[in-house]
T-cell receptor
Framework: DQQVKQNSPSLSVQEGRISILNCDYT??????FLWYKKYPAEGPTFLIS?????DKNEDGRFTVFLNKSAKHLSLHIVPSQPGDSAVYFC????????????FGTGTRLKVLA | EAGVAQSPRYKIIEKRQSVAFWCNPI?????LYWYQQILGQGPKLLIQ????????DSQLPKDRFSAERLKGVDSTLKIQPAKLEDSAVYLC???????????????FGPGTRLTVL
């Protein structure tokens, strides 16, 4: 049972345009969400997070939106840069219990110069 | 600040052989995680330690996988015997102490790519 889904395995965007990466989850108990970025041959690195008490969190060019009723979150990158080309994973967790993260399958973003 | 260290970076073994991976977390991080990432999938948690105690090992195939974190610092993950389906990247991550009502981000090492032939 895939509790966290990223239905787009890949995405190509022109440099300077907006990149929108989507993530859906099924477990209504999740209340903390994160995005990680992964370059080849490296471990994932933390990008941005959002708690379920918010519907938006912004950090520079990166904004995460959370729609709890739809169990959907999205990551917006504006403007997209070639260095943003990587695999992006969303992850979800509960702030009670063991704090285990459930990761999605990832979306490979390619930003074209 | 030094990051999470893992070794080896790559390992190729025959099925039914044994293999061990090592992880040294960021200094002072109480929580350590081992993940398995199969090609095309997201990381899947195998085991989580808080200091040297196991918090969650519900997805660890205990008939062949074992892990320990002696003295609450570095950790080893062992597979014995390996199967073809164990081919994956094994990621180690660490985070500061778990806090009630909040979460700490996890810091990942570069991973060990295991190929089982």
């Amino acid at each position: 049972d895939q509790q966290v889904k990223q239905n787009s395995p890949s995405l190509s965007v022109q440099e300077g345009r907006i990149s929108i990466l989507n993530c859906d989850y099924t477990n209504s108990m999740f209340d903390y969400f994160l995005w990680y970025k992964k370059y080849p041959a490296e471990g994932p690195t933390f990008l941005i997070s959002i708690s379920s008490i918010k519907d938006k969190n912004e950090d520079g060019r990166f904004t995460v939106f959370l729609n709890k009723s739809a169990k959907h979150l999205s990551l917006h990158i504006v403007p997209s840069q070639p260095g943003d080309s990587a695999v992006y994973f969303c992850a979800a967790s509960q702030t009670s219990g063991t704090y285990k993260y459930i990761f999605g399958t990832g979306t490979r973003l390619k930003v074209l110069a | 600040e030094a990051g999470v260290a893992q070794s080896p970076r790559y390992k190729i073994i025959e099925k039914r052989q044994s293999v061990a991976f090592w992880c040294n977390p960021i200094s002072g991080h109480a929580t350590l995680y081992w993940y398995q990432q199969i090609l095309g999938q997201g990381p899947k948690l195998l085991i989580q330690f808080q200091n040297n105690g196991v918090v969650d090992d519900s997805q660890l195939p205990k008939d062949r996988f074992s892990a320990e974190r002696l003295k609450g610092v570095d950790s080893t993950l062992k597979i014995q015997p390996a199967k073809l389906e164990d081919s994956a990247v094994y990621l180690c991550a660490s985070s500061p102490t778990m806090t009630s009502g909040g979460l700490n981000e996890q810091f990942f090492g570069p991973g060990t790519r295991l190929t089982v032939l």
